[in-house]
């Protein structure tokens, strides 16, 4: 555990962190924001980057955070050989940041109508607290693109499939909105759609009465563009989520995680999450 | 042993019109409350992203197990040669269908897509219950057709055992096929048990029982006394008492069982100690006006064979009964899924560890409520135009 702290308590934005061991991870993140670098200065550091990397280097950038380096061919399916996935580094994620919910409500046409109850969320932003230590944690919250995912499982007329590379949808011509994937999901991350919509996406169609949730933003993957929110965290926030491969052993993800210890959410369910979380 | 003679039920009275108009009627609403609340969207109900299932769920669910349980009293003349309840088998295979085609339209019209019923009849995921489900009620409509066929047709009165046989097998595995619909559901604290599935057949029985004393009761208004001999009450009555019990048996092994493992802890307390709505409608609903009060009734030397005393216990365990379903419904889901054990504050805009709310709007009750009146509307125009009611029996 003390490597992990000391190899990943990167809240500096350090690549394979600073080697601060002290406190819980959660805390080391927040101690080293405030002493490693200036606000202002990192500030710029970091926009400064994401602003070269995006507009610069695109190539590098994917093959960088390890996403899809290359589009894929309309006429050529889905590689089982790949296992799209995302590592989510709580340690970097501001309180109260949401810009990666930002990010793919934007992406994706799924509106804050300002109720919460019944508004698609196909992320959100998960504040925690322990009480007795006092530690804290933020973190995004969306489907978790499992192995063995319930959703899929438990789906009637087989809408909710899963892609050969991992990637986790519904058919949103055969969802004859029963939800019984809903109640099914460990994470609560679908959602259905309960009114009628407008100005949607031609990427992301939607429709009342069906289930939707994360589609790791397929249709940019398949264009070889990184998810919206990844895109997002890493020019404008912490850089907290990475995507990449967990398949190809020479991935960035594949390499961070198996170097620094990771977890899934709800791991007793061993469904193999293709979302894992480290910090937490 | 004379041979049954049947008929259509006739003498109807203004009771019994008055009854299928107010079914008609309510039937009429729900059609138009679904409609709105297709038109509208899901908004207008209240369900949302936590509480999924809702009220017309409930029903549905309701009705579901009651139209298994339902076949119970002609299981038990053809597969266990009881001839007590022969004369009933006929209007136990037909309440039975009309029940299940009642709870299954509820589920249907509460669908998202309920214009893609096609889709759901033409694909399957095999490893979804759910959709095994549809195979055992299209199973069961079919089988217990042919099973009344078997009962009404000259020269088949010997497939009429076998055919019993199949449906009691057929019905045992759709209860449990519903209730598996729970049960297989890992992701939730309260489901996830084997014991939903005989939970489920158990309150089956319960329930199924129950409904055919009320039809017997206010439908077949005008000869009731002559059905309802005291040789058939007093074996009703000793149903209903040993089902009260069974389910109550169930239930507490439930609870038990979930109240032993610590991590289930919280569902428990919630459901059964601190929520002003679970809590109340299991305790008072269930195990009071459901279980306890009904038990006191039939137990009674001098009320537990009387009519009335009979169809207001049926009435107490069907009111009981779907204060149970609410329970396991919408207190299963309505208690936070554990995604971040050991976090004791947790919050986001999902509502994350927090308690799921859920007010029923009144759209997504009437649509249940058809359910009901539908079941009872297709076993009262049935009773009118096929013969599936015995010769009224002298008591003497």
Same mark, same amino acid.
């Given at each position: 555990m003390s490597d992990f702290i000391k190899g990943s308590g990167d809240g500096c934005g350090k690549e394979g962190g600073c080697g601060c061991s002290s406190g819980s991870a959660v805390n080391s993140h927040t101690d080293h924001r405030e002493t490693d670098m200036p606000q202002t200065r990192r500030g710029f550091m970091k926009a400064a980057t994401a602003l070269a990397m995006i507009t610069i280097a695109p190539g590098i950038t994917l093959f960088a955070t390890g996403g899809p380096a290359k589009a894929r061919p309309l006429d050529e399916a889905a590689s089982p050989k790949i296992r799209w996935g995302m590592l989510i580094d709580a340690s970097k994620c501001d309180d109260g940041c949401t810009k990666c919910v930002s990010a793919c409500s934007k992406e994706n046409g799924?509106?804050?109508?300002?109720r919460p109850d019944t508004d698609a969320q196909w992320i959100r932003a998960v504040t925690l607290k322990?009480?007795?230590?006092?530690a804290t944690a933020t973190l995004p919250l969306m489907?978790?693109?499992?192995?063995?995912?319930p959703c899929v499982d438990v789906c009637p007329t087989g809408a909710s499939f899963k892609r050969a590379d991992g990637i986790v949808l519904v058919n949103k011509h055969t969802?004859?909105?029963?939800?019984y994937c809903m109640m099914a999901c460990p994470y609560g991350a679908r959602s259905f759609i309960h009114e009628p919509l407008e100005d949607q996406k031609d990427h992301a169609p939607r429709g009342k009465g069906t289930v939707e949730s994360c589609t790791l933003c397929v249709h940019r993957i398949d264009e070889g563009r990184l998810p919206a929110c990844v895109e997002t965290c890493n020019a404008?926030?912490?850089?907290?989520l990475m995507f990449g491969?967990?398949?190809?052993?020479?991935?960035e993800i594949s390499k961070r995680i198996a170097t620094y210890a990771s977890i899934e959410l709800r791991s007793g369910l061993q469904l193999n999450t293709g979302v894992r979380y480290q910090n937490i | 042993m004379a041979r049954t003679t049947y008929k259509v039920?006739?003498?109807?009275?203004f009771t019994f019109w008055s009854i299928m108009t107010l079914h008609a009627l309510v039937i009429l609403i729900g059609l138009g409350a679904t409609y709105y609340m297709e038109h509208?969207?899901?908004?207008?109900?209240?369900?949302?992203n936590r509480i999924v299932w809702g009220m017309p769920h409930v029903f549905a669910i309701f009705l579901i197990i009651a139209a298994s349980g339902a076949l119970n009293v002609a299981s038990i003349s053809?597969?266990?040669?009881?001839?007590?309840y022969k004369s009933f088998a006929r209007l136990s295979g037909l309440l039975a269908l009309a029940l299940l085609v009642g709870g299954l339209a509820v589920l249907v019209l509460d669908l998202?897509?309920?214009?893609?019923l096609i889709v759901a009849m033409t694909?399957?995921?095999?490893?979804s219950i759910f959709a095994w489900n549809i195979y055992l009620y299209i199973g069961f409509m079919v089988i217990v057709a042919g099973y009344l066929f078997v009962q009404m047709s000259? *020269?088949?009165?010997?497939?009429t055992k076998p055919m019993g046989i199949v449906a009691f097998a057929w019905r045992l595995i759709l209860t449990t096929g519903t209730g598996s619909i729970f049960?297989?559901?890992?992701?939730?604290d309260f489901y996830d048990t084997a014991i939903m599935a005989p939970l489920f057949i158990a309150t089956s029985f319960l329930f199924g029982l129950a409904f055919t004393i009320l039809v017997l009761s206010f439908t077949c208004f005008t000869i009731r006394n002559q059905l309802m001999t005291r040789e058939v009450m007093q074996k009703f009555r000793d149903l209903l008492i040993i089902f009260i019990v069974v389910v109550l048996y169930f239930t507490a092994v439930h609870h038990l069982n979930n109240i032993y493992i610590t991590q289930h802890h919280g569902v428990e307390k919630f459901l059964?100690?601190?929520?002003?709505v679970y809590s109340t409608l299991f305790w008072?609903?269930?195990?009071?006006? *459901?279980s306890i009060l009904p038990l006191l009734i039939l137990t009674n030397?001098?009320?537990?064979?009387?009519r009335s005393a009979m169809t207001l216990a049926s009435i107490m365990i069907l009111i009981g009964g779907l204060a149970q379903i609410y329970v396991i419904v919408i207190g299963g889901q309505a208690y936070p899924l554990?995604?971040?054990?050991?976090?004791d504050e947790i919050s986001s805009s999902y509502g994350d560890g927090q308690i799921a709310n859920y007010m029923p709007s009144l759209p997504e009750i009437l649509l249940g409520v058809t359910g009901i009146s539908l079941a009872m509307f297709i076993t009262g125009f049935v009773l009118t135009i096929l013969?599936?009611?015995?010769e009224p029996i002298s008591d003497e």
């Amino acid at each position: 555990m003390s490597d992990f702290i000391k190899g990943s308590g990167d809240g500096c934005g350090k690549e394979g962190g600073c080697g601060c061991s002290s406190g819980s991870a959660v805390n080391s993140h927040t101690d080293h924001r405030e002493t490693d670098m200036p606000q202002t200065r990192r500030g710029f550091m970091k926009a400064a980057t994401a602003l070269a990397m995006i507009t610069i280097a695109p190539g590098i950038t994917l093959f960088a955070t390890g996403g899809p380096a290359k589009a894929r061919p309309l006429d050529e399916a889905a590689s089982p050989k790949i296992r799209w996935g995302m590592l989510i580094d709580a340690s970097k994620c501001d309180d109260g940041c949401t810009k990666c919910v930002s990010a793919c409500s934007k992406e994706n046409g799924w509106k804050d109508n300002g109720r919460p109850d019944t508004d698609a969320q196909w992320i959100r932003a998960v504040t925690l607290k322990n009480r007795k230590t006092g530690a804290t944690a933020t973190l995004p919250l969306m489907c978790q693109h499992c192995e063995e995912p319930p959703c899929v499982d438990v789906c009637p007329t087989g809408a909710s499939f899963k892609r050969a590379d991992g990637i986790v949808l519904v058919n949103k011509h055969t969802c004859i909105g029963c939800r019984y994937c809903m109640m099914a999901c460990p994470y609560g991350a679908r959602s259905f759609i309960h009114e009628p919509l407008e100005d949607q996406k031609d990427h992301a169609p939607r429709g009342k009465g069906t289930v939707e949730s994360c589609t790791l933003c397929v249709h940019r993957i398949d264009e070889g563009r990184l998810p919206a929110c990844v895109e997002t965290c890493n020019a404008e926030a912490g850089g907290a989520l990475m995507f990449g491969d967990l398949n190809d052993p020479n991935s960035e993800i594949s390499k961070r995680i198996a170097t620094y210890a990771s977890i899934e959410l709800r791991s007793g369910l061993q469904l193999n999450t293709g979302v894992r979380y480290q910090n937490i | 042993m004379a041979r049954t003679t049947y008929k259509v039920l006739k003498g109807r009275g203004f009771t019994f019109w008055s009854i299928m108009t107010l079914h008609a009627l309510v039937i009429l609403i729900g059609l138009g409350a679904t409609y709105y609340m297709e038109h509208n969207g899901h908004i207008v109900t209240g369900m949302n992203n936590r509480i999924v299932w809702g009220m017309p769920h409930v029903f549905a669910i309701f009705l579901i197990i009651a139209a298994s349980g339902a076949l119970n009293v002609a299981s038990i003349s053809s597969v266990f040669n009881k001839l007590a309840y022969k004369s009933f088998a006929r209007l136990s295979g037909l309440l039975a269908l009309a029940l299940l085609v009642g709870g299954l339209a509820v589920l249907v019209l509460d669908l998202g897509r309920p214009d893609r019923l096609i889709v759901a009849m033409t694909k399957y995921n095999f490893k979804s219950i759910f959709a095994w489900n549809i195979y055992l009620y299209i199973g069961f409509m079919v089988i217990v057709a042919g099973y009344l066929f078997v009962q009404m047709s000259r *020269g088949t009165e010997h497939l009429t055992k076998p055919m019993g046989i199949v449906a009691f097998a057929w019905r045992l595995i759709l209860t449990t096929g519903t209730g598996s619909i729970f049960g297989f559901l890992v992701a939730r604290d309260f489901y996830d048990t084997a014991i939903m599935a005989p939970l489920f057949i158990a309150t089956s029985f319960l329930f199924g029982l129950a409904f055919t004393i009320l039809v017997l009761s206010f439908t077949c208004f005008t000869i009731r006394n002559q059905l309802m001999t005291r040789e058939v009450m007093q074996k009703f009555r000793d149903l209903l008492i040993i089902f009260i019990v069974v389910v109550l048996y169930f239930t507490a092994v439930h609870h038990l069982n979930n109240i032993y493992i610590t991590q289930h802890h919280g569902v428990e307390k919630f459901l059964l100690l601190d929520s002003p709505v679970y809590s109340t409608l299991f305790w008072g609903g269930q195990i009071i006006l *459901g279980s306890i009060l009904p038990l006191l009734i039939l137990t009674n030397k001098s009320l537990g064979s009387n009519r009335s005393a009979m169809t207001l216990a049926s009435i107490m365990i069907l009111i009981g009964g779907l204060a149970q379903i609410y329970v396991i419904v919408i207190g299963g889901q309505a208690y936070p899924l554990e995604i971040f054990p050991g976090w004791d504050e947790i919050s986001s805009s999902y509502g994350d560890g927090q308690i799921a709310n859920y007010m029923p709007s009144l759209p997504e009750i009437l649509l249940g409520v058809t359910g009901i009146s539908l079941a009872m509307f297709i076993t009262g125009f049935v009773l009118t135009i096929l013969p599936f009611l015995p010769e009224p029996i002298s008591d003497e």
